[in-house]
């Protein structure tokens, strides 16, 4: 008994390992399932608003627009008269048939005879008159199987040319607004390269395409130069405080597109405070009408400012990588300055120099606010875009634009991996960063591009406060809060500039998209770096496509893909707060994505195996385990959403409705109107939030990084 007893005990302790192995493996099954879902998830949600509006703006720019054929206008007739209902049917083609007149009755019997695949034995040049009469006699002249074939044809003939509007309203509802437009307009949309022939064959785009190019190449070169200097500079020991100096050069980062552009026109415009209220009206040296700094030299001078941040983070960040004991162990070799230079300094900042050159490339080429403001009369291709799609409507003609501004700037990308592919400028191990042996005479060259690139760009920012609290700029200098109250507004001005509506709305904007932007990033770092499902590497690229592509074409593919998603009207996100959310979200979750992978990696992967062993989901694991040690990027990814809500232009210019304006759009719109005072003021609050978030989340992000910190550390 005692042994049968010990034969029971030992068999149910064989059997609870076995029962905790099936429970660990449905755990596991069940996390397995969970992640699947969260990853088909986040892969349809980045499909759906990053790939699909690129895909909408492709397919539109081969969209053909051509009159139906007569078979076509008769098919569509015949359907949409089969709509009406019986009781209404004859009494309204009898109608019709009693309105014809002589050239309708021409007409219609001309293509009655087409229709019935017969030749028209009448000359259609003659006058109606003469048409009408051998018309008939050669309708008479049919046999009569013949005779009946052009009647039935006839009698649609008629309606088809000359009453089809009226009957595309009958029968509106029934037919649906595509086959109703069509049906109105007799045109349908075919697919073709003739959008693409006809940029390619207009002069006006030619010249525009020229311009486009020329202005690219010429502020690529000047900024990328510049900012190299600067890089070279604050990482070489050669500028004084070189945190300070960062500080004002990276101060373009935080403030709307036009500012720059705006602030230039307030200094040396026709109505300039230097231009015009200096040289012209003191000094009586210039005529500010004649001598000011609207053309492609003001132009190149505004994109220069405005895009040297972004050059100087990448050529940044490529000398901090670098290893300063190669350019220290230069001078012992027996290389002298220029050599150090040529050998040493320029192939290991080449790899950043290539990304920073296709970057500046990229948004000259797609900047459309500053030459807009500064052109005079100076046509660029981005400033086409925005004519075609405001003015004339034609989405497929400024699609295929969008699509061709995206062929120069790959073929240089192509061209500049060509070059030193083979090389790897990469140097194992960290070196302290002293002060590089720089010649006295670089050094106050060095001085002297930082001082005026940081002093220019404090003169745009003193122009914009001053401008904020000016009367009228250019013609009463006496101070005033109206811009920011309206109840104070100068006299003068229309009623509708002045106040912060629009500031209010671009910061609901970028209170809603920015946590939400930060959170997805983390998820969608969190799927590519530690779920890794198939085709990983493509969510990933879908995530960078907003990185890579202009933001004009991104917003032009929001109005493309949600106008009428899946033809359904009802889902439409057209002129909706959504739809700006959506496109600032997603137009900028690359950023945090970035961050988050960066940090996963330093991440060993057995914390996410301990807390699957101690049986927590993962959601757990998300929630209670990533979010928590992801910190830094989510504040990052939050911050860097937040920003862009508060300053974008170009991606969203086109989605924004009566019902929700944006500040950076009222700039423009301002300051093209000349309204310089309220495009100062709607600047100054947008700058004024934009350095209050990064103080706050810039202290939050050093809370985080020590906990962060400590919580590697523990793990």
Same mark, same amino acid.
């Given at each position: 008994? @005692?042994?049968?007893?010990g034969?029971?005990?030992?068999?149910?302790?064989?059997?609870w390992?076995?029962?905790?192995?099936?429970r660990?493996?449905?755990?596991?099954?069940? %996390?397995?399932?969970?992640?699947?879902?969260l990853?088909?998830?986040?892969?349809?949600?980045l499909v759906?608003?990053?790939a699909?509006?690129?895909?909408?703006v492709?397919?539109?720019?081969? /969209?053909?627009?051509?009159?139906?054929?007569?078979?076509?206008l008769?098919?569509?007739?015949?359907?949409?008269?089969?709509?009406i209902?019986?009781?209404?049917?004859?009494?309204? !083609?009898?109608?019709?048939?009693?309105q014809?007149?002589?050239?309708?009755? /021409?007409?219609?019997?001309?293509?009655?005879?087409?229709l019935a695949?017969?030749?028209?034995p009448?000359?259609?040049?003659?006058?109606?008159e003469?048409?009408?009469?051998?018309? %008939?006699?050669?309708?008479? @002249?049919?046999d009569?199987?013949?005779?009946?074939?052009?009647?039935?044809?006839?009698?649609?003939?008629?309606?088809m040319?000359?009453?089809?509007?009226?009957?595309?309203?009958?029968?509106?509802?029934?037919?649906?607004?595509?086959?109703?437009?069509?049906?109105r307009?007799?045109?349908?949309?075919?697919?073709g390269?003739?959008?693409y022939?006809?940029v390619?064959?207009?002069?006006?785009?030619?010249? =525009?395409a020229?311009n486009s190019?020329?202005?690219a190449?010429?502020?690529?070169?000047?900024?990328?130069?510049?900012?190299?200097?600067?890089?070279?500079?604050?990482?070489?020991?050669?500028?004084?405080?070189?945190?300070?100096?960062?500080?004002?050069l990276?101060?373009?980062?935080?403030?709307?597109?036009?500012?720059?552009?705006?602030?230039?026109?307030?200094?040396?415009?026709?109505r300039?405070l230097?231009?015009n209220?200096?040289?012209?009206?003191?000094?009586?040296?210039?005529? $500010?009408? %004649?001598?000011?700094?609207?053309g492609?030299?003001g132009?190149?001078v505004?994109?220069?400012?405005?895009?040297?941040?972004?050059?100087?983070?990448?050529l940044? +960040?490529?000398?901090?990588?670098?290893?300063?004991r190669?350019?220290?162990?230069?001078?012992?070799?027996g290389?002298?300055?220029?050599?150090?230079?040529?050998?040493?300094?320029?192939?290991?900042?080449?790899?950043?120099?290539?990304?920073?050159i296709?970057?500046?490339?990229? &948004?000259?080429?797609?900047?459309?606010?500053?030459? &807009?403001l500064?052109g005079?009369?100076?046509?660029? !291709?981005?400033?086409?875009?925005?004519?075609q799609?405001?003015?004339?409507?034609n989405?497929?003609?400024?699609?295929?634009?969008?699509?061709?501004?995206?062929?120069p700037?790959?073929?240089?990308?192509v061209a500049l991996?060509?070059?030193?592919?083979?090389?790897?400028f990469?140097?194992?191990?960290?070196?302290?960063?002293?002060?590089?042996?720089?010649?006295?005479?670089a050094?106050?060259?060095?001085?002297?591009?930082?001082?005026?690139?940081?002093?220019?760009?404090?003169?745009?920012?003193?122009?914009?406060?001053?401008?904020?609290?000016?009367?009228?700029?250019?013609?009463d200098?006496?101070?005033?809060? *109206?811009?920011?109250?309206?109840?104070?507004?100068?006299?003068?001005?229309p009623?509708n500039v =002045?106040?912060?509506s629009?500031?209010?709305?671009?910061?609901r904007?970028?209170?809603? $998209?920015?946590?939400?932007?930060g959170?997805?990033?983390?998820?969608?770092?969190?799927?590519?770096?530690?779920?890794?499902?198939?085709?990983?590497? /493509?969510i990933?690229?879908?995530?960078?496509?907003p990185?890579i592509?202009?933001?004009?074409i991104?917003?032009?593919?929001?109005i493309?893909?949600?106008?009428?998603?899946?033809?359904?009207?009802?889902?439409?996100?057209?002129g909706?707060?959504?739809?700006?959310?959506?496109?600032? &979200?997603?137009? +900028?979750?690359?950023?945090g994505?970035?961050?988050?992978?960066?940090?996963?990696?330093?991440?060993?992967?057995?914390?996410?195996?301990?807390a699957e062993?101690?049986? @927590? *989901?993962?959601?757990a694991?998300i *929630?209670?385990?990533?979010?928590?040690?992801?910190?830094?990027?989510?504040l !990052?990814?939050t911050?860097?959403?937040?920003?862009?809500?508060?300053?974008?232009?170009?991606?969203?210019?086109?989605?924004?409705s009566?019902?929700?304006?944006?500040?950076?759009?009222?700039?423009f719109?301002?300051? +093209?109107?000349?309204s310089f005072?309220?495009a100062?003021?709607k600047?100054?609050?947008?700058?004024?939030?934009?350095?209050t978030a990064?103080?706050?989340?810039r202290?939050?992000?050093r809370r985080a990084?020590t906990?962060?910190?400590k919580?590697?550390?523990q793990?």
């Amino acid at each position: 008994m @005692a042994r049968r007893d010990g034969g029971v005990a030992g068999a149910r302790s064989r059997a609870w390992p076995l029962a905790g192995r099936g429970r660990l493996m449905k755990a596991r099954q069940k %996390q397995t399932a969970a992640g699947a879902l969260l990853s088909l998830v986040v892969a349809a949600l980045l499909v759906i608003f990053i790939a699909v509006p690129f895909a909408a703006v492709l397919r539109e720019s081969v /969209v053909v627009s051509q009159p139906m054929s007569l078979q076509r206008l008769d098919r569509i007739t015949r359907e949409a008269i089969a709509e009406i209902p019986d009781a209404e049917r004859d009494v309204a !083609l009898a109608r019709w048939a009693g309105q014809i007149t002589p050239s309708e009755r /021409v007409e219609a019997m001309a293509a009655a005879f087409h229709l019935a695949d017969r030749d028209v034995p009448w000359d259609r040049s003659r006058p109606y008159e003469e048409q009408d009469r051998r018309a %008939q006699a050669a309708h008479a @002249a049919l046999d009569p199987v013949a005779r009946s074939e052009v009647d039935d044809f006839f009698a649609v003939a008629h309606v088809m040319l000359h009453k089809r509007t009226a009957l595309a309203f009958m029968v509106r509802e029934e037919i649906g607004k595509a086959r109703f437009d069509g049906m109105r307009s007799g045109v349908e949309r075919q697919f073709g390269l003739a959008n693409y022939a006809e940029v390619l064959a207009t002069p006006h785009f030619q010249r =525009a395409a020229i311009n486009s190019l020329t202005l690219a190449s010429v502020t690529t070169l000047m900024t990328v130069s510049l900012a190299f200097a600067l890089a070279y500079g604050l990482n070489s020991g050669a500028l004084p405080r070189p945190g300070l100096m960062r500080g004002v050069l990276l101060l373009p980062l935080v403030a709307p597109p036009v500012l720059i552009a705006t602030a230039t026109l307030m200094l040396f415009g026709r109505r300039g405070l230097i231009t015009n209220g200096l040289l012209d009206g003191a000094l009586g040296l210039v005529d $500010a009408d %004649q001598v000011n700094i609207y053309g492609p030299v003001g132009i190149v001078v505004v994109q220069m400012l405005a895009f040297l941040p972004a050059a100087l983070i990448v050529l940044d +960040n490529g000398f901090r990588d670098s290893d300063p004991r190669l350019v220290e162990a230069a001078p012992g070799l027996g290389a002298g300055y220029g050599a150090q230079m040529r050998s040493v300094v320029l192939p290991m900042s080449f790899p950043a120099l290539k990304r920073t050159i296709v970057l500046v490339f990229i &948004m000259a080429l797609t900047d459309f606010s500053n030459p &807009m403001l500064l052109g005079g009369g100076f046509p660029v !291709l981005a400033e086409v875009i925005y004519d075609q799609i405001t003015a004339y409507r034609n989405m497929p003609l400024a699609a295929a634009v969008c699509i061709i501004l995206l062929i120069p700037p790959l073929l240089l990308y192509v061209a500049l991996e060509q070059i030193g592919r083979r090389r790897r400028f990469f140097v194992p191990g960290a070196a302290p960063r002293g002060v590089l042996p720089v010649p006295a005479p670089a050094r106050r060259l060095l001085a002297g591009l930082a001082l005026a690139a940081g002093g220019a760009i404090l003169l745009v920012y003193g122009t914009m406060i001053l401008g904020a609290f000016t009367r009228i700029w250019g013609v009463d200098r006496g101070l005033t809060l *109206g811009y920011f109250i309206p109840a104070l507004q100068p006299t003068g001005l229309p009623t509708n500039v =002045a106040g912060m509506s629009e500031v209010a709305d671009s910061l609901r904007l970028a209170l809603v $998209a920015a946590p939400l932007g930060g959170l997805l990033a983390v998820l969608v770092a969190y799927v590519v770096e530690r779920l890794r499902p198939p085709g990983s590497g /493509v969510i990933f690229f879908i995530t960078l496509m907003p990185a890579i592509l202009p933001g004009i074409i991104f917003g032009i593919g929001y109005i493309l893909a949600f106008n009428a998603p899946f033809g359904i009207p009802a889902l439409s996100l057209s002129g909706t707060f959504a739809i700006l959310v959506l496109n600032v &979200m997603f137009g +900028n979750l690359f950023v945090g994505v970035l961050a988050g992978r960066a940090a996963l990696q330093r991440l060993d992967r057995s914390v996410d195996e301990a807390a699957e062993g101690l049986g @927590a *989901g993962i959601g757990a694991q998300i *929630g209670l385990i990533m979010l928590p040690l992801l910190r830094v990027p989510i504040l !990052l990814g939050t911050l860097y959403v937040f920003i862009d809500a508060l300053t974008t232009l170009s991606s969203v210019i086109f989605l924004v409705s009566g019902d929700h304006k944006l500040a950076s759009i009222a700039i423009f719109n301002a300051a +093209n109107g000349s309204s310089f005072g309220p495009a100062a003021a709607k600047s100054v609050a947008l700058l004024v939030i934009a350095l209050t978030a990064m103080a706050l989340l810039r202290r939050m992000e050093r809370r985080a990084g020590t906990g962060f910190r400590k919580e590697v550390v523990q793990a």
